[in-house]
């Protein structure tokens, strides 16, 4: 199975060690979240030099913050400091209240903002030219041609359009918070149209969900609705809970016994996802011993 772990330390030498050891527990990929040691490219660029196979993304570089053309030359620049394939360049909009609030941009068009972006991104990563003239980009750039290490673009896509886009234009989609189900039902039918009528490839569908393995289930979704609170709260998570068949990330956690979580994690594979990214929460008193038990069962799991 292709599972995956999020990537993350506070120092250079934790990252890299995280990274080591992964690779080495036969996990496939590690997905960074934006705030990663200021820039998750860094993060990434370090753990790329000391791995040779292990799959290296982020999930998710907002768009709003960065423009495309940069965006490009970044993930260009990051995988030739890997000096080996295994970057993917995973992009998304945010939320409303992150882009508005915090950073004092407007959310309007959200829906064109992304799609024009990976109109001039996706061609960029891929040295070929970008022309477009749109409400929120207007570009023209030559091809610089083919990067000596290839950059993958994914797009975090919950919505129709935004699937729709990811299966014409990029490998696939990372999800946060959709279940089996949301997989089977919205995901996966709409992205794998998308790209098949484009005449792409098959899309990868990158299923980010929490995983606790602990014997009290109730408890265990406690902890998660305590841990995973905020994302309930956000119009664009909420949505896809709504097709998952849950009401909140308590519920879409996978949380159980190994032979339970187990079931659930192929569930999602059988549902459509390709990869499932296992985020490990801790349940109980000993949240050092939580943590084993689940990445025990996830290793076990990486190497069937």
Request: aromatic letters at 6%.
């Amino acid at each position: 199975m292709r599972i995956g772990l999020p990537g993350g330390g506070a120092t250079a030498e934790r990252i890299v060690k995280q990274a080591v050891d992964a690779e080495a527990d036969g996990f496939t990929s590690l997905w960074y979240a934006s705030a990663t040691f200021g820039d998750p490219l860094v993060a990434m660029a370090l753990a790329g030099q000391a791995t040779t196979t292990l799959e290296l993304g982020t999930s998710v570089l907002q768009t709003y913050t960065c423009h495309p053309v940069l965006q490009a030359a970044r993930a260009v620049a990051t995988a030739n400091a890997m000096g080996r394939p295994g970057l993917v360049l995973g992009v998304g909009p945010s939320h409303k209240p992150v882009i508005e609030a915090m950073f004092g941009m407007s959310y309007a068009g959200v829906g064109a903002h992304t799609e024009e972006y990976i109109d001039v991104l996706a061609p960029l990563a891929r040295g070929e030219e970008a022309h477009v003239h749109g409400e929120h980009f207007h570009v023209d750039l030559p091809g610089a041609g083919a990067p000596p290490q290839p950059v993958s673009v994914m797009l975090s896509a919950l919505a129709p359009r935004l699937l729709r886009v990811a299966g014409e234009q990029t490998d696939g989609t990372i999800l946060w918070m959709g279940n089996a189900r949301a997989v089977e039902s919205h995901v996966a039918p709409r992205i794998n149209a998308a790209a098949s009528a484009a005449g792409r490839p098959a899309p990868r569908i990158v299923a980010g969900l929490p995983v606790a393995v602990h014997d009290d289930v109730d408890e265990a979704r406690a902890t998660a609705a305590s841990a995973f609170a905020m994302y309930g709260t956000l119009p664009n998570y909420q949505r896809i809970l709504e097709h998952g068949g849950v009401t909140g990330p308590a519920e879409a956690a996978i949380v159980g016994d190994e032979a339970s979580v187990a079931g659930q994690i192929e569930a999602l594979f059988a549902a459509g996802a390709t990869d499932v990214w296992a985020a490990p929460f801790p349940v109980g008193d000993d949240r050092s011993a939580s943590r084993r038990r689940t990445r025990a069962l996830l290793k076990e799991l990486a190497a069937a």
